[in-house]
């Protein structure tokens, strides 16, 4: 694979730098011990804004996508303040593009839930319009991602289709497994969002059935929870994904949708072993 144009999502480290097993530092020098030359991050604090200014200055690599939750399914006044912060926090950083999750926490869900399909797109739209706006004024692109959740509409192909063709400037990050929930094929979601797409979440699930399913956040159209793996060892055909979009000439960054290692706990030497494996340095992909 082309490690030159690969990101790695840092977001299931956040265990371990909880409990002080991995720091800030080390992040994004495992980033760079594996030959990935970005990272995408997700809802860092304002505190630690300059401990990652001065990691990427010591490390070289560089943020591909700041990925921030805004909460477009309430007020106005409660999300603004979320889309500023999100902003200035990206451009802190010099990311290349800020992607948003438009929810955060068990008070989306239950809105999403309560509200039907064309009210929440409709959220979603007024929501992405006001972003696209803030961010051409700060020199900040914006996108979204094909979201693994169907209460907030954003899992179908034509769900995101809509929201996209209503949003002028808005881009697509195509995520490879994210369209499950709807029930959509993702070489079918691929082709048919593929001219929006801005960058990639190359990501693989296993299906788990049974009681085990119940306690996935994510799950299939099915009910099955959706386990992120490393790829080749899920339902998602990853590579297949990955050479079609080389052959269609997508010059963006594919982010590897990074898992956690087995171990409870993992330091610097089990995550850089743990990369390698999607990097089919050791499972052959």
Not at 175 to 197: C, Q, S, V, W
Request: hydrophobic share 45%.
């Amino acid at each position: 694979m082309k490690k030159d144009r690969m990101s790695l999502m840092t977001f299931n480290i956040a265990p371990d730098l909880q409990c002080g097993a991995m720091e800030i530092r080390d992040v994004l020098r495992l980033a760079k011990d594996a030959g990935i030359p970005f990272v995408d991050l997700m809802n860092i604090s304002q505190a630690d804004i300059p401990i990652y200014q001065n990691a990427i200055r010591e490390t070289g690599v560089k943020l591909a996508c700041y990925i921030a939750s805004v909460d477009f399914l309430r007020v106005e006044a409660h999300w603004l303040p979320q889309l500023d912060r999100g902003l200035r926090t990206a451009l802190a950083l010099n990311a290349q593009r800020m992607m948003i999750v438009p929810f955060s926490d068990g008070e989306d869900v239950r809105l999403a839930k309560e509200m039907d399909r064309d009210a929440v797109l409709a959220r979603m739209i007024d929501g992405f319009k006001a972003a696209v706006a803030a961010g051409e004024k700060q020199g900040m692109p914006i996108c979204f991602e094909t979201t693994p959740h169907e209460f907030f509409r954003l899992s179908g192909t034509a769900d995101c289709m809509r929201v996209l063709q209503a949003v002028p400037g808005l881009g697509l990050v195509f995520d490879t497994a994210n369209m499950l929930p709807h029930g959509d094929d993702p070489i079918e979601a691929y082709e048919a969002l593929k001219r929006f797409t801005v960058h990639v979440h190359l990501k693989d699930v296993a299906l788990v059935g049974g009681p085990a399913g119940e306690a996935y956040w994510e799950k299939a159209q099915d009910g099955r929870g959706m386990q992120c793996v490393v790829w080749g060892e899920g339902v998602i055909p990853v590579m297949e994904i990955y050479r079609r979009l080389l052959r269609d000439g997508y010059d963006g960054l594919f982010a590897i949708e990074y898992t956690h290692p087995a171990e409870p706990v993992s330091g610097p030497k089990e995550h850089l072993a743990h990369v390698k494996r999607f990097l089919g340095e050791e499972n052959g992909i």
